[in-house]
């Protein structure tokens, strides 16, 4: 008789935890991050009565969380993919509104700037004519500034959200040390019973971090995870975790860098390429591909404008009949030292060809006999550079580089960053103000082929407007682009970017949304499911409690047996 009721009892026990588990499933079926559970059960071993083994009926040996680690890892590496693709996409929108909007538009303000220098050609006398081209060229340099300065308020604005993400990043690697910390503990404190909420936790946060920046997780002994970036460094190791800081950059004292902080031997600078993925991998990714390039397109259209106007200008005479002078300022080329270097050499650039003049950065190292100089750009390099060894200047891509020896020689590996466009927009101005300085005449020349001072040919004189307004048509920018075809060809670049990138971005989501609804077909809670579930662990309940009432009643029959 006992037997029986002991049985029973079993029955009842699981059939209790069993409704548990199905009544946690109904709960947390909108939680995100919970794995449904189901309970694991076990016959119990029978015992021995006479020549038979009688039944002890059930064990509950756990409740376990249905969860494939195979498929989150692909929803992992999706996610950080989607995440950075979209973070990239919607910088990049940015840009490609900027350039298409009406109002922000310098194809427009060069038309008009030279419409108007069109007018001066055809009435070189008239000053009211020279004056509104003043206005216009004011207005073009403008123009070129609000360009330059979205884009540089867009780079500020990803250095500050780089600090933000590292936060959060930092957050979410602390709380996972944690509870790999407190997951050990309760395993060890209940003979290795999984505590699945903590678990289901953990998980949720790995997520979000795997969304913030890529990572790996690996498992040790079945439970605590391991969480490194894909370059191998450690964000979690068991109960310890490492932050991500920001740091100057070691190459641009103007860029923000991201450093990792050993409690060992303090905070290293990581290269750009070691942060992949995630949406601190999009912004950076955005940062070094899209948005430096633009500004350095932007910046080298105006220089090889502003020059080529600058060297036409001075070529003519004005209406006084004094030689033309510059008509637009513009900001110089930039040196940066490493701050690793060992050699305290300085270079300092300038323009030799503004029309050679690319729209890149440059990556300068000294390899001890000679200089490796790199487009960052294109990532392409010039190796054995060598001083002129008349000037005793590095000359490539339309600029000059002087190297001037410091308090030490220069060192086998120091570099330099050279950023040959980027302040030219800020430095950029209309030189004259009064009409009377605009060079629309042709310049005499006396037989020998010189400039005679002081002669020119009349206010009248449109030969140098021509000429000036002759420049629309050439190829002066970068040496193979007219003004009008460089811009349209920013436009063109970011516009295939932007759409090539909306293709991707919805691509990914996609993928993302499969690869959740797989994981949901695993881990998720079906509510038709748990209500049938519901009924039999219902029903299974209600049968070991008729088991336990006929125990009963069979005992209660024997006790009146024996009265």
């Given at each position: 008789?006992?037997n029986l009721?002991?049985?029973?009892m079993?029955?009842?026990?699981a059939?209790?935890?069993?409704l548990?588990a199905?009544?946690n499933?109904?709960?947390?079926q909108a ?6 559970q189901?309970v694991?059960?076990?016959?119990a ?8 083994y ?8 756990s409740?376990n969380?249905?969860y494939?680690d195979?498929i989150?890892?692909q929803?992992?590496?999706a ?9 990239s996409?919607?910088?990049?929108s ?7 909007s009406s109002?922000t538009?310098?194809?427009s303000s ?7 220098l069109q007018?001066?050609?055809n009435?070189?006398?008239?000053s009211?004519a020279?004056?509104t081209?003043?206005g216009?060229?004011q207005?073009?340099?403008?123009q ?6 979205y ?5 500020s604005?990803?250095?500050s959200?780089?600090?933000s993400?590292?936060g959060?990043v930092?957050?979410?690697?602390s709380?996972?040390a944690n ?5 050990t503990?309760l395993q060890?404190?209940?003979q290795?019973a999984?505590?699945?909420d903590?678990?289901d936790q953990?998980d949720q946060?790995?997520n ?10 690996t498992v040790?002994?079945?439970s605590?995870?391991h ?5 191998g460094m450690n ?15 070691s190459s ?7 450093g990792?902080d ?10 750009d390429?070691?942060?992949?993925g995630?949406?601190?991998g ?8 899209t948005?430096?390039?633009t500004?350095?397109?932007v910046n080298?259209?105006?220089l090889a404008?502003?020059?080529a ?14 030689p033309?002078e510059?008509?637009f300022d513009?900001?110089?080329p ?15 650039v300038?323009y030799?060809?503004?029309s050679?003049v690319?729209?890149t950065?440059y990556s ?7 200089w490796?100089v790199?487009?960052t750009a294109?990532n392409?390099t010039v190796?054995g550079l ?7 200047k590095l000359?490539?891509d ?7 020896a410091g308090?030490s ?6 570099t330099?960053l ?6 030219v927009?800020?430095g950029?101005k209309?030189a004259i ?5 605009v060079a629309?005449?042709?310049?005499k020349?006396d037989e020998n082929g ?11 004189d449109n030969?140098n407007?021509?000429?000036?307004l002759?420049?629309?048509?050439l190829?002066?920018?970068?040496g193979?682009?007219t ?10 670049d970011i516009?295939?970017?932007?759409s090539t ?8 989501l ?9 994981q ?5 809670v079906n509510l038709?499911?748990e209500?049938g579930d ?10 070991n409690?008729q088991v ?5 009643a ?7 047996m024996?009265s």
């Amino acid at each position: 008789m006992a037997n029986l009721v002991n049985t029973a009892m079993s029955g009842l026990k699981a059939a209790q935890a069993a409704l548990s588990a199905v009544s946690n499933n109904i709960s947390n079926q909108a939680v995100t991050g919970y794995s449904r559970q189901t309970v694991l059960l076990e016959q119990a071993s029978g015992t021995k009565n006479g020549n038979a083994y009688v039944g002890n009926g059930v064990n509950l040996v756990s409740i376990n969380r249905d969860y494939n680690d195979f498929i989150a890892n692909q929803l992992r590496a999706a996610q950080s993919t989607s995440s950075s693709v979209t973070t990239s996409y919607e910088q990049i929108s940015k840009i490609d509104n900027l350039l298409a909007s009406s109002t922000t538009n310098l194809s427009s303000s060069l038309q008009e700037f030279f419409t108007n220098l069109q007018n001066v050609a055809n009435n070189a006398g008239d000053s009211s004519a020279r004056q509104t081209m003043i206005g216009k060229a004011q207005g073009l340099v403008n123009q070129f500034k609000v360009t330059d300065k979205y884009l540089r308020d867009m780079d500020s604005s990803i250095n500050s959200e780089i600090k933000s993400v590292l936060g959060q990043v930092n957050t979410y690697s602390s709380q996972i040390a944690n509870l790999n910390k407190e997951i050990t503990r309760l395993q060890g404190a209940n003979q290795g019973a999984q505590p699945n909420d903590l678990l289901d936790q953990r998980d949720q946060l790995v997520n979000d971090l795997n969304k913030l920046v890529g990572v790996d997780v690996t498992v040790q002994d079945g439970s605590i995870y391991h969480v490194s970036l894909k370059n191998g460094m450690n964000l979690v190791q068991g109960t310890r975790s490492f932050d991500l800081v920001t740091v100057a950059s070691s190459s641009d004292p103007q860029r923000v860098a991201i450093g990792y902080d050993d409690p060992t031997v303090g905070v290293s600078e990581l290269r750009d390429s070691s942060i992949s993925g995630g949406k601190l991998g999009g912004l950076i990714s955005f940062r070094n591909d899209t948005l430096d390039t633009t500004r350095n397109q932007v910046n080298q259209l105006a220089l090889a404008f502003s020059d080529a106007f600058n060297t036409q200008h001075k070529a003519g005479y004005d209406y006084e009949g004094k030689p033309g002078e510059n008509f637009f300022d513009f900001g110089d080329p930039v040196a940066y030292e490493n701050s690793r270097n060992t050699g305290k050499a300085v270079l300092s650039v300038s323009y030799k060809d503004t029309s050679a003049v690319q729209a890149t950065d440059y990556s300068v190292r000294f390899n001890g006999t000679s200089w490796d100089v790199t487009r960052t750009a294109t990532n392409t390099t010039v190796t054995g550079l060598t001083p002129d060894p008349v000037t005793g200047k590095l000359t490539f891509d339309g600029l000059e580089v002087t190297v001037t020896a410091g308090s030490s020689p220069l060192t086998a590996g120091d570099t330099y960053l050279l950023k040959p466009v980027s302040d030219v927009i800020i430095g950029m101005k209309v030189a004259i103000s009064d009409p009377n300085k605009v060079a629309a005449a042709s310049t005499k020349l006396d037989e020998n082929g010189n400039q005679v001072p002081g002669e020119s040919g009349g206010p009248s004189d449109n030969t140098n407007a021509k000429a000036l307004l002759a420049l629309q048509n050439l190829k002066v920018v970068g040496g193979n682009a007219t003004f009008s075809g460089a811009y349209a060809s920013i436009v063109g670049d970011i516009g295939n970017q932007t759409s090539t990138l909306k293709i991707n971005n919805t691509s990914q989501l996609n993928v993302v949304k499969q690869l959740t609804a797989e994981q949901q077909s695993v881990s998720g809670v079906n509510l038709d499911e748990e209500y049938g579930d519901l009924m039999r662990y219902q029903q299974y309940y209600m049968a070991n409690a008729q088991v336990v009432q006929t125990a009963q009643a069979l005992f209660d029959a024997l006790l009146s047996m024996r009265s």
